[in-house]
């Protein structure tokens, strides 16, 4: 089978990341680009065209130019962003491109915990997936789904709001001893090039986890890591974040900029989001860090 993976999405933090691993494993890497070298992300990629990898002109609303971009290819991995019409529509274009030249895998742009459950009320970004996930399938290319722990970099940040560290607080959403999977991005990269050069990987979910911690964990590490005591802070039951998710809505229907961060909280704690039965084991040799290490190194 050909070595030649084609990354959608190379631009961004995680699609970056899996072009570097795959190239270090030694795959030919093509990076898709709308404009391709015009792009004007493009020199944002020169630490990975300097080692061979070679952009690609092409545009997930033009399926001439995705056939020209998987001729060869025989692995397309995606991790774009958007709406409707990148994930669903978009992707399902890039699918069909690569099925018709005789690619033999497509990892989709999933990446988050336990998801395909959801409705579109539940969480509409990862029904998005799921929907798009389904729509792949009727090409019959087989695809391999990435189910990961919630990243330990999106958990820590503004977005969530957990974190509080300057002010000596971690919040949470439930119980405080309640399991939490998280993942570290490197660690997704590693696992995924691993996969995509393997052709015994899993189709259908490839599940990735870092480290189960509890709320009171992570505060207690970061107290340990920081040297300073961090406060656990409850926000309240799960029944309440349910209730505050319904307010938020109500006041900003079409908005989830208001919302949708609590709808990622919703999933973590949740035993239907929980990610089980792992596929670390089978690329041993990534070590996936845990918590602690990612606070050192951050």
Known sequence: MTQTILIAGATGWLGRKIAQ?????????????????????????????TRGAIIAAGDLDDEASLLRATDGVGVVISAVQGGPETILDGQLRLAKAAKANGAWRMFPSDFAATYKHLTADEHPFLNLRARADAAIAETGLPQTNTVNGGFMETMTSPFMGMADFENGVFRHWGDADGPIDLTHTDDVAAYVARAALDPKSPTGDFRIVGQTITPREIAETASRVLGRKIALQSWGSAEALDAEI????AAHPHDPNHWIALMYHRLIIS???????????L???VKPKTFEAFLRNA
Do not use: I, M
């Open 21 to 49: 691993e795959a190239q270090g494993l030694g795959a030919t890497v093509r990076l898709l680009l709308r404009g391709g070298s015009t792009h004007p992300k493009a020199e944002s990629l020169k630490a990975l065209t």
């Open 246 to 249: 319904a307010k938020r809505q």
């Open 271 to 281: 035993a239907a989001g929980r990610v089980r039965d792992t596929h670390n084991h």
């Open 283 to 285: 690329y041993p040799a």
